[in-house]
Structures are given as C-alpha cells and as structure tokens.
C-alpha cells in the first residue's frame, strides 16, 4: 500500500547518484524524511507527484565554512569584538535562516563563542528555530590578541592549548578550529605569521581523536600550512601561501601541496569571497580595511595559479565561502562554486559535488546526505536554468526541501 506520507517530486533534470550528470524527466520520492527512491517521472503515480517544472533538482547544499553570528560587513570586526552574546545569538539565528532558505541543508561553522553557536546549533536540531542542519567548532584557538582572540579560544603554550581544545570538546564542538596563522580580519594579527608550532598543533589534534573529532586549521602563512600538515590537521582553511617575509609575497611549496593531495587533506580555499570582494569594489562599495600588519604584496591571480597547480596535483577541495565576512552573506555560498569554475578552471559538475558530496563526505555526514540516494536524508535544492551548464545558475533555489520538511515553494497538493 502506498505511504500516505510519499511524495514524488519531479524535475526536468534531476542529479544522478554520482552527481556526475542529469537524470531527464526525472522524480525523487520522499517519505518519513528520507529519499525513498528515484525514477523516470512516468514511472512515478501522479497522484502522489509535484511537479516542480523545468528546473534542475539537486541534492540540498553543504556548506563548510561559516561564522554565524558575525555580520557580513566591512566594519563587523567594531561590532563583535565588543558585543554581548544576545545580539550576537540573535543574528546567528537570523543566518541559519537565511542560509537555509537559500539552499543550504547542511552547514560547518568554523569559528563562533561557544555559547552562541552551540545554542543556535541545538535550537535547530529540537526544531526551536529553522537552519540547516549544523555541525559546528566553537571558538577558535588561537594566541593571546592573536586571530579572532575575541571569541574566548585564547591560549598560548602547548599544556593551555590542549586545556582549550578539551573546554571545546566539552562543550560539545563537533569539529575543532585552530589558527594556524594569523588573518586580515583581527587587527592585531599578521596573516604572515605562524601561530604554533607543529607539535603544539598535534595537542589539539590528539584532544579530538577519542571522540573522533577533526581539526579545521585557518592559514594564510605557507609556515602555518606546513605547522598544521605536520601536527596531523585534517582540514585547510584558505590555505594560502603567504611568506612570512614580506617582500617575498607568496611562498608555495610543490611538495608539500603534492603531500595534502597524496594524503587526501581537504583544502577549503575561499576563493568565492574574492570574487564577491572583487565584484563589489567594481561596483565602488566600500572595502574592508586593510590590516595594518600586512605588508608586501599577494596577488589575487597569484593565488589562483597555486591553487590551480594544487588542484592538478590532486588536492580535494570543499566548499566554505566563509561566510559573516564581508561581503559573503549567509545567501551567498554559491559564490564559492562560482569561482571553483570561474578562477580555478573545475567542471560544473565537480563544483557542485564539491557544494554537495564531497563536502559532506569533508565533514563525516557523506553517508547521510549530499546524494540523491534513497536512504539518504531527503534534503533537496532546485534551480531555474542548467547549473551544469552555466555554473552561475547555481543562486537563489525555487525549492528547497529538508528532512522532508518543505522550506522554499509551494505546499504540496
Ligand atoms: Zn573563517
């Protein structure tokens, strides 16, 4: 007997399995929160099936990169250096939201207070508030007045760091954070530097293993990638070449990028937030301030031809436009998959595994959601036009399903 609860729903273009192509005419069916099967829509009852029209039904985005409560503005460093937690909480909630209507069914925080995130974290798993589902790292660990200090994840020596990391797994991160090198975004902290040594790095590493936890490492330095590779980090963030010596600019070394593809690190290089930067200084928005530490040039185009070199190397790339940094509103992931197409030269198609699969492989719920598999989690985006033919198409979905739970479009008849 049919489940009074299936649903079909069809599309001109659904994703195959291994969302390597389109399925035509196609319907994925959906019960109790799950896909329950996919096939030719003349296959499906019709009773049962919405028709969601000439779109291109993918699986529901995954998104690796977040800072949930900042506020994606040139000044939010003056905001959420100093704020209370509640207006913090507060805007947190209002990004869950927006990300989620905007696609994205799963979502990595990578840096927030403790006490904002893993609330808003909660809140959306017991259904208190809507967002996607989040895993998320808490606060970051870093050096005193170092990168992003403000979020309580101060600690300078190895015996204080992994005192932190067990605070954070205490608290009940799913993933832990470390800032390997310094960033643009704190003004007291030089991109160029690195942040800890490789064994102090293995703390924080070793403070996640028994609970299976993995380390995200922020890096703009080439010694802050070296550092976090050595003390066994399983996650790049930015991974950006920087030297320490100013005048030198960038600093990549060929055989260490050959070691995080051989090894299967996975790199999230945020390259969608330069292009959204430079999208917006073409329009004359203001741009964020400089910070005053660093010197000596870095080229965006530099960057990318590394990144290009890593990717003919192997490396395997995740999505995180960063978003909560300028620029980057929490609707915006999709930039991301812009620029993997645009600046990096990938396929249509290996850009959206990488918004969807892979990702959700990166961050250990690939068994659950990122494909169009039934079993998996009935988490589904669609879009007008062919996003596998002109990336762009990728942007604001006209339907966007969770757990079964409808977010974007119309009720079912
Ligand atoms: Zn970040």
Known sequence: ???????????????????????????????????????????????????????????????????????????????????PNEPALMRAAHAVGLALRSGITTMRDLGSKNEVVFAVRDAIASGVIPGPRLLAAGAPITRTMDHCWFWGGEADSPEAVRAQAQVTVDDGADVLKVMASGGNFTPTSNPRDRQYPPETIREIVEAGKSTGIEVAAHTHAAEGIRAAVEGGVRHLIHCRWLSANPEEGFKYEPELAQRIADEGIWVNPTIGLGLLAAEARQRGDTAPRRNPNLQGPSPRQQ??????????????????????????????????????????????WHALRIMTCDTAAAIGVGDQVGRLQPGFGADLAAFTGDPAANIRDLDQPVFVMQGGAMVVGEPSP
């Open 1 to 83: 007997m049919a489940d009074p609860e299936r649903r079909f729903y069809r599309a001109a273009r659904v994703a195959n399995q291994a969302m390597d192509g389109w399925l035509p005419d196609h319907a994925v069916g959906v019960a109790n929160g799950k896909i329950v099967d996919v096939l030719p829509s003349a296959d499906a009852p019709a009773h049962e099936t919405v028709d969601l029209g000439d779109v291109s039904l993918l699986p529901g985005l995954v998104e690796g990169h977040t800072h949930i409560p900042c506020p994606p503005r040139v000044d939010a460093f003056d905001i959420i250096s100093v704020e």
């Open 303 to 348: 960057g990318l031809e590394i990144l290009r070199d890593m990717r003919d190397r192997g490396a395997r790339f995740t999505s995180g436009l960063d978003m909560g940094m300028a620029y980057a509103d929490f609707n915006r992931a999709t930039a991301e998959a812009w620029a993997f197409v645009e600046d990096i030269g990938l396929s249509e």
